[in-house]
């Protein structure tokens, strides 16, 4: 699809409000992390059983975002709208009861966030179809605003009854915002089916490059939910440091990211995308690779910036390949692909705790991202793309679309 005319008025101020409702989303999509250890430790659980609570949350993330595609078809609003009060009220069940109960919160607390975060991305990147992966970039920059302040939101709330006021806060925020997203003009965008979009179109059909996207998004997505949701479960184990400092642990993950993708929003404008993706690849490598022979919480603490760092700008720029080799048909195959994503984020995260509890090592657990993002950087140079498009004057790329 293409724009007919410039941004209006009312999408620029849509744009202001995802990027207000990501820093949100951020929020509750790391949540489990920083607070796993508090709940496993008020309801004495093993790591295969707090395992479970990943793949609740990120199986909701994956029924939300298959779902998506159907929401999306023809309008936004519903998405936006359902996704901020499921979110909400996953957030105000959750902690309360046995721990069995908090495998509906999380999974409805995940379903509302696959909803937002189909809808931002897609939103995004038909509304800056010349600058797909730094507009994407910079979004995802917000969300991972959300994500560094989560454990610092968490930590000054550790006491038991903090948390549940803490929970309500932010279940308040959700709602608040399905309330504005509902009077809002997220609809209001008018776009042309051009030749482009057409030619787009030819491109989704299910071949080589489908496969390989698909083998990113889960490989990808999955490992950044295991890295960020077990690093304060790791350090709070492993550290010789005493007190909750290392409730922190994933803010410096999470801290590396935004780096990287405030830094990668102007830095797309000169480099090519593949070698940022291999490079982004390879460093989070090497971050996870010191993580796992960590102990000092100072070291710990770098390790995690570094493979945050690493990680930043990946999935901004998966996702923009594949709405530019999709074109018009992006709508449609977004819901699948992030289905992937999130079946890897279902999946991984427990697998790690699986093999932390058979192994009695939380290190080996861990050790198992190092084979998967190398598996990142193998599908990324192996996926065909077409040809870079010359940069114009304001350092814009006409990407097809």
Known sequence: MS???????????????????????????????????????????????????????????????????????????????????????????????????????????????????????????????????????????????GAVSCPFIFQAFASPRAFTQALVAISGAALLLAVVFAGSQVDAIRWIAGPKAAAGAQAGKFDRSAIIFALLFFLYVGAETAAGGW????????????????????????????????????????????????????????????????????????????TGLGFSVIFPILFAWMAGHYGAEARRVTGFMLTIAELGAATLPWVVGVISAASGSIRIGLAVLLVDIFGVFIFASLIHLPSPVPLDRAGRREIAT
Not at 19 to 48: C, E, K, Y
Not at 54 to 69: D, E, H, K, P
Not at 88 to 104: D, F, S, V
């Open 231 to 306: 690093l304060a479960t790791y350090s709070r184990r492993v550290s010789t440091s005493s007190g909750t400092a290392w409730i922190l642990t994933p803010a410096f993950f999470w801290g590396g990211m935004m780096v990287g993708r405030g830094s990668g929003t102007l830095a797309l404008r000169h480099i090519p995308e593949r070698p940022v993706v291999q490079a982004g690849s390879l460093f989070g490598l090497c971050g996870l690779a010191l993580l796992t022979q960590s102990k000092s919480l100072g070291l710990i603490y770098a390790s995690s910036f570094v």
């Open 3 to 145: 724009r007919s005319g410039d941004p209006s008025v009312s999408n620029r101020n849509t744009l202001v409000l995802l990027h207000i409702g990501f820093v949100v989303t951020g929020v509750f999509t790391v949540l489990l992390g920083p607070v796993l250890p508090l709940l496993a430790q008020r309801w004495s659980l093993t790591d295969s059983q707090t395992g479970n609570f990943f793949t609740a949350q990120f199986g909701g993330l994956l029924a939300g975002v298959a779902l998506s595609s159907y929401l999306l078809k023809n309008r936004y609003r519903p998405a936006f709208v359902s996704g901020f009060a499921l979110m909400g009220a996953g957030a105000l069940a959750l902690g309360r009861g046995p721990w069995e109960t908090a495998l509906p919160s999380l999974f409805c607390m995940g379903f509302g966030n696959g909803f937002i975060t189909a809808a931002t991305n897609l939103w995004v990147g038909e509304a800056m179809p010349e600058a797909k992966a730094r507009a994407l970039s910079f979004v995802n920059f917000s969300w991972t605003f």
